[in-house]
């Protein structure tokens, strides 16, 4: 079973509407992250949360929220999706002194 | 600001030949620089490095990081179809955040 997983792996949506996206893991990580990849421009963050009572903006929060429902749970919420929010989003997982982060799959979000 | 930038964006190689891939930063408060590889989807872990000059090795892939020139070279000799993809070069930072900085990525395909 894979350490980190994201629901759902594809989503097609349309402008205004609410979406979320969601992030488990079981490797027993602390610290928890949201990206997006849109195409040459490499992986930039979102959000970012240290524990279930540390949440932090990234350097692309405008138009994004975050919730941590438990050290093992990390959903995404845009809450009024629009078309520039279409991208490749990743939820990565850190934990102990290293900086290694590990990725789930990826959710490929279309907002028509 | 912090920056990564990656060069090239895109190489063309044919199977057997090394490629060399390069990853300059500039940023605050340097502790580590990481290589990830991209294929489908997930990036996965290649290497971290935090020492200069101090060699990394897995199989055909190499790494080396230089913190007086602020750069890190990706080596691949006697290249396979198998290793096209997307590698990614990040910069961890000493802020207490551990948060990675990534560059825009090189696309590597490798013809037969």
């Not at chain 1, 040459?40 to 524990?51: M, T």
């Not at chain 2, 290589?35 to 090795?57: C, D, H, N, R, V």
């Not at chain 2, 000799?77 to 198998?82: C, E, K, L, N, V």
Request: hydrophobic share 35%; charged share 20%.
């Amino acid at each position: 079973d894979a350490d980190v997983t994201q629901t759902p792996r594809n989503r097609i949506t349309k402008t205004g509407k609410r979406i979320m996206l969601e992030c488990s893991q079981t490797k027993g990580h602390d610290r928890m992250y949201w990206y997006r990849q849109d195409p040459g421009l490499g992986l930039r963050l979102i959000y970012y949360s240290f524990d279930v009572k540390d949440i932090n903006k990234g350097e692309i929060s405008d138009g994004y929220s975050v919730s941590r429902q438990a050290q093992a749970k990390f959903s995404l919420s845009l809450e009024s999706a629009i078309p520039n929010q279409t991208a490749l989003y990743f939820c990565a997982t850190s934990g102990g002194s290293t900086d290694t982060q590990y990725f789930g799959p990826g959710t490929r979000l279309t907002v028509l | 600001e912090d920056k990564v930038v990656q060069s090239p964006l895109s190489l063309v190689v044919h199977e057997g030949d090394t490629v060399t891939l390069n990853c300059s930063y500039e940023v605050t408060n340097f502790r580590s620089l990481l290589w990830y590889k991209q294929e489908k989807k997930a990036p996965t872990f290649l290497f971290m490095l935090t020492s200069s000059g101090i060699e990394k090795k897995s199989g055909r892939l190499s790494s080396i990081l230089d913190k007086k020139e602020l750069f890190s070279i990706l080596n691949i000799t006697a290249t396979q179809t198998g290793d096209s993809a997307v590698y990614l070069c990040a910069v961890g930072l000493i802020q207490g955040a551990q948060k990675l900085v990534f560059g825009q990525g090189t696309r590597l395909t490798i013809n037969p």
